[in-house]
T-cell receptor, first 112, second 112 residues
């Protein structure tokens, strides 16, 4: 997981609160991704960014917004958290050659 | 987007080869097959990828059928540390920053 850093690692929110998950990579990658993983489930794509300044919806974008601040950083925002957003969130980036995808260590989010 | 189908679970004896199948019958001509694994909710780890030729690296071998509709990941000598969820995913070539779609994966249990 070297090179992709996520913060915070753990967070508890109350329903209706907002928060931003931060992701940064120092590998000069163009593409970055946000996934969520519910218990016992596979990863589902929330949003992705093919390059700086562009973002696109994935499989489950509802309730989230993203910002590709610069080439290094890709943040995920929950404007009004809901219990259904309790999950583990993974950020990832991909080399320009597309050969390897690197994942962060995950952010555990609980909404009560 | 082309989808993949994997068995939900498999067992393998320690020291034996683990063969994990993946069906991708709707794969398009320029999509690559990637394999990742996830150990106990850590971030997914890259294993291997290929387009149409068989590939081998220090971790595993990837066998892709001639019609490219299925593939098999082979761990030649499975150890207890290979117990993980294995994901077969499809993605576009390096020049096209396509999004990544994960399926449910196969839970591989390596037994002593």
């Amino acid at each position: 997981n070297a090179g992709v850093t996520q913060t915070p690692k753990f967070q508890v929110l109350k329903t209706g609160q907002s928060m931003t998950l931060q992701c940064a990579q120092d590998m000069n990658h163009n593409s970055m991704y946000w996934y969520r993983q519910d218990p016992g489930m596979g990863l589902r794509l929330i949003y992705y960014s093919a390059s700086e300044g562009t973002t696109d919806k994935g499989e489950v974008p509802n309730g989230y917004n993203v910002s590709r601040l610069n080439k290094r950083e890709f943040s995920l925002r929950l404007e009004s958290a809901a219990p259904s957003q309790t999950s583990v969130y993974f950020c990832a980036s991909r080399t320009s050659s597309g050969n390897t995808i690197y994942f962060g260590e995950g952010s555990w989010l609980t909404v009560v | 987007d082309a989808k993949t189908t994997q068995p939900p679970s498999m067992d393998c004896a320690e020291g034996r080869a683990a063969n994990l199948p993946c069906n991708h019958s709707t794969i398009s001509g320029n999509e690559y097959v990637y394999w990742y694994r996830q150990i106990h909710s850590q971030g997914p780890q890259y294993i291997i990828h290929g387009l149409k030729n068989n590939e081998t690296n220090e971790m595993a071998s990837l066998i892709i059928t001639e019609d490219r509709k299925s593939s098999t990941l082979i761990l030649p000598h499975a150890t207890l540390r290979d117990t993980a969820v294995y994901y077969c995913i499809l993605t576009y070539p390096p020049s096209n920053t396509g999004k990544l779609i994960f399926g449910q994966g196969t839970t591989l249990q390596v037994k002593p």
